[in-house]
């Protein structure tokens, strides 16, 4: 304990100032540090345990913790509540899908697709309070995911009693992987495609009873099965769902943009581009779930460093800490560096996101805005696709290095990394797999570039596309790695994404000018597009961190200048084929980058407990022995694993199993004879 209080001693800054900084203000500290004590109290949450119970066990336990949320739901604002959603994430993500399979996917779903009309008749139904449904969400099948145009279900109309028809016509359009639906969900959005007579109008929302509440049976031409063992969240139960025939009233189809009249006449919106907004709120999420996963992975393995010690003692003197080992620094102060860019990006495009929602509320047709507002709607759904990618593979990465980082205790389930990494996985591929979605962001940086080729001026995240001529001839004139600033690393980042955004959309036209289709021209082009996503993601979080340090008080400027340095020259020095490629930097300049890189991490170092400290989680989120706040690791993890698994006694399956092995014959009829002489 003496050893990490040696850490916190002289700071380089005012740890809770950074903390209100990174929350958002004083207040949203107060509130989430009231949440945490509220979940470490209350005994229905505790996850301690979560390791050495039964699949049965977690997920009765994880209904337990269902039903003590649902108070919160109804009895505070809905801010605080998303607050408290945003912080169980981090301590039980198996409960937090579980309810946010609901609330982020159903009832959004809801809020999106549905008439006011529908949304009002939902809400008295119980889709707020899960007083009297719970909601799944319809859209995965088992022979398609990302591509939801391909979806298989069908929902045929039929006039004559005004109802849709839910089927499943073939294996491969069973509802597949739909969290909620084996266990828990009575009513489930689904995805469908709209037949009207004999007509084909894509795949729209339905609503679908699953079960009746009462007594939990299926309805009638129902079936629903269990998925089974999963890599983690364990406490989601995933399910298949097959319709047969099963009829709906026509009141069901989710019609805020598409409708369908008694009669069967359809109506499509005249602003189909709305019906995409939903698909980014998840994303955005996400980019927000990489930096606090990040975060917490951070905190176990830097303070586990800064207590851990290992060799290089001199006679008479204590082993040295890891983490003052430079080896150690590059392992994992970059990564620290990488969790504010994700941090600051999310915050950016949160923000960004929810004023889009707004603005799109209220358009209609007509409007002035109109125009500026699709604009955005479609940058805002390129970006977030490929900073979902990059910041989840980021943060799965960062969770494995720390987990590495531990050593063998890293393999230990208890010390909550290897779950954490199991629990995160599934971000790289649900909401789009994340190859796909870095081609897509690739694809939107493309029309972007020929856009801007043609004159059309660019906006936010992609305007260095704007004047591509003049940006393509900066060089970095640094005279030594001091004059490499922010800026510098700002021009950098931009020549890269210009060269390599204009080298895919010359790849795209060349193919389109070989007389290939638009989608094969896409194709051919397709590594291209993944790289020009890629270095486009890594300048914009690159940005995104720049500006936050900008927007911070001037205590905090010193410490967050050095983090987002490191984060810039990291990256460079990650991926210097660029950099060098297109002349923006020389090798001088490589050898001054991997230096100044070396004496960021020294410094920040110094450091690097009281940045875990600013994020501010309580050791009951944290859940580790290794990253207790008090640094007394050791007595803490025996204490868990011997209150878990008392000392060894006669294992149950010792005369069945054991004893027989110790006590088998093994000598052979006729012993095998050397001769000595050989």
């Known amino acids: 304990m003496r050893v990490i209080a040696e850490e916190r001693a002289n700071p380089s800054f005012p740890v809770r100032e950074m903390t209100h900084f990174l929350d958002g203000g004083v207040r949203v500290t107060e509130t989430r540090e009231m949440i945490m004590m509220q979940l470490e109290r209350d005994p229905v949450m505790k996850t301690i345990d979560h390791n050495d119970l039964t699949l049965p066990q977690?997920?009765?336990?994880?209904?337990?913790?269902?039903?003590?949320?649902?108070?919160?739901?109804?009895?505070?604002?809905?801010?605080?509540?998303?607050?408290?959603?945003?912080?169980?994430?981090?301590?039980?993500?198996?409960?937090?899908?579980?309810?946010?399979?609901?609330?982020?996917?159903?009832?959004?779903?809801?809020?999106?697709?549905?008439?006011?009309?529908?949304?009002?008749?939902?809400?008295?139904?119980?889709?707020?309070?899960?007083?009297?449904?719970?909601?799944?969400?319809?859209?995965?099948?088992?022979?398609?995911?990302?591509?939801?145009?391909?979806?298989?279900?069908?929902?045929?109309?039929?006039?004559?009693?005004?109802e849709f028809v839910i089927h499943?016509?073939?294996l491969t359009a069973t509802k597949w992987w739909i969290g909620g639906a084996a266990q828990t969900a009575t009513?489930?959005?689904?995805?469908?495609?709209?037949?009207?007579?004999?007509?084909?109008?894509?795949?729209?929302?339905?609503?679908?009873?699953?079960?009746?509440?009462?007594?939990?049976?299926?309805?009638?031409?129902?079936?629903?099965g269990d998925i089974g063992a999963k890599m983690g969240r364990h406490g989601i139960d995933n399910g298949w769902i097959q319709f047969t025939h099963v009829r709906i009233p026509r009141s069901h189809m989710l019609m805020k943009h598409t409708k369908v009249k008694a009669s069967g006449e359809?109506?499509?919106?005249?602003?189909?581009?709305?019906?995409?907004?939903?698909?980014?709120?998840?994303?955005?999420?996400?980019?927000?779930?990489?930096?606090n996963a990040?975060?917490?992975?951070?905190?176990?393995?830097?303070r586990y460093?800064?207590?851990?010690?290992?060799?290089?003692?001199?006679?008479?003197?204590?082993?040295?800490?890891?983490?003052?080992?430079?080896?150690?620094?590059?392992?994992?102060?970059?990564?620290?560096?990488?969790?504010?860019?994700?941090?600051?990006?999310?915050?950016?495009?949160?923000?960004?996101?929810?004023?889009?929602?707004?603005?799109?509320?209220?358009?209609?047709?007509?409007?002035?805005?109109?125009?500026?507002?699709?604009?955005?709607?479609?940058?805002?759904?390129?970006t977030s696709a490929g900073l979902k990618a990059f910041c989840t593979w980021n943060a799965l990465n960062t969770i494995d290095q720390c987990r590495q980082s531990l050593g063998g205790h890293g393999y230990s389930a208890y010390a909550g990394l290897a779950s954490l990494y199991n629990d995160f996985a599934v971000q790289c591929t649900w909401?789009?797999?994340?190859?796909?979605?870095?081609?897509?962001?690739?694809?939107?940086?493309?029309?972007?570039?020929?856009?801007?080729?043609?004159?059309?001026?660019?906006?936010?995240?992609?305007?260095?596309?704007?004047?591509?001529?003049?940006?393509?001839?900066?060089?970095?004139?640094a005279k030594s790695a001091a004059e490499i600033d922010l800026d510098v690393i700002g021009q950098a980042y931009w020549l890269v994404a210009g060269n390599v955004v204009k080298a895919a959309g010359e790849e795209f036209d060349a193919c389109i000018k070989r007389g290939l289709r638009e989608d094969d021209a896409y194709e051919h082009c397709s590594q291209a597009r993944l790289y020009a996503?890629?270095?486009?993601?890594?300048?914009?979080?690159?940005?995104?961190?720049?500006?936050?340090?900008?927007?911070?008080?001037?205590?905090?400027?010193?410490?967050?200048?050095?983090?987002?340095?490191?984060?810039?020259?990291?990256?460079?020095?990650?991926?210097?084929?660029?950099?060098?490629?297109?002349?923006?930097?020389?090798?001088?300049?490589?050898?001054?980058?991997?230096?100044?890189?070396?004496e960021l991490c020294k410094d920040i170092r110094k450091d690097a407990v009281p940045i875990t400290d600013s994020f501010n989680y309580s050791d009951f989120v944290i859940n580790s022995p290794l990253g207790r706040y008090d640094g007394d690791i050791y007595q803490a993890y025996f204490d868990l694993i011997n209150a878990a698994h008392p000392p060894a006694k006669v294992p149950p399956y010792f005369k069945s199993e054991i004893h027989p092995l110790l006590h088998r014959n093994t000598q052979a009829d006729d012993p095998l004879e050397l001769d000595d002489d050989e």
């Open 58 to 162: 977690i997920r009765e336990r994880t209904i337990q913790k269902i039903r003590r949320l649902a108070h919160y739901v109804a009895n505070e604002p809905v801010a605080q509540f998303r607050q408290r959603l945003s912080i169980l994430s981090l301590v039980d993500p198996g409960t937090y899908t579980r309810i946010g399979v609901h609330y982020g996917l159903f009832f959004s779903a809801l809020q999106g697709q549905a008439s006011a009309e529908q949304l009002s008749y939902w809400v008295q139904k119980g889709a707020v309070t899960l007083n009297g449904l719970v909601g799944c969400f319809g859209m995965t099948e088992l022979g398609h995911g990302s591509n939801v145009a391909g979806l298989e279900t069908t929902a045929t109309y039929d006039e004559a009693s005004e």
């Open 533 to 598: 996503a890629k270095m486009h993601s890594y300048g914009y979080l690159f940005h995104r961190f720049k500006d936050g340090v900008a927007k911070a008080p001037a205590s905090l400027q010193p410490i967050l200048t050095k983090l987002c340095l490191l984060y810039g020259l990291y990256n460079i020095a990650e991926n210097s084929g660029p950099f060098l490629q297109y002349e923006f930097f020389t090798p001088r300049h490589l050898d001054w980058i991997r230096a100044r890189v070396a």
């Open 294 to 302: 990040s975060k917490k992975a951070l905190t176990i393995a830097l």
């Open 187 to 224: 009513h489930c959005v689904v995805f469908a495609r709209l037949i009207v007579k004999g007509r084909d109008h894509g795949v729209k929302n339905f609503v679908v009873q699953l079960r009746d509440p009462e007594t939990f049976a299926l309805m009638p031409g129902v079936v629903i």
């Open 431 to 477: 909401e789009g797999d994340n190859t796909i979605l870095t081609l897509q962001a690739g694809r939107y940086l493309v029309g972007c570039y020929r856009e801007a080729k043609a004159g059309k001026k660019q906006a936010g995240g992609v305007a260095y596309l704007n004047d591509l001529q003049a940006l393509l001839r900066n060089r970095c004139q």
């Open 305 to 382: 460093a800064a207590i851990r010690r290992q060799f290089g003692a001199r006679p008479g003197e204590p082993e040295t800490k890891i983490l003052d080992y430079v080896i150690h620094q590059h392992r994992l102060i970059p990564l620290l560096a990488q969790a504010f860019a994700m941090h600051f990006t999310g915050v950016e495009v949160q923000n960004i996101y929810e004023d889009l929602m707004v603005k799109m509320e209220t358009l209609k047709p007509g409007d002035k805005d109109l125009h500026t507002v699709l604009e955005h709607l479609k940058e805002v759904h390129g």
């Open 266 to 291: 359809v109506i499509e919106p005249p602003l189909q581009q709305l019906t995409y907004g939903a698909l980014i709120g998840g994303r955005v999420s996400m980019v927000v779930d990489s930096g």
């Open 168 to 170: 499943t016509p073939t």
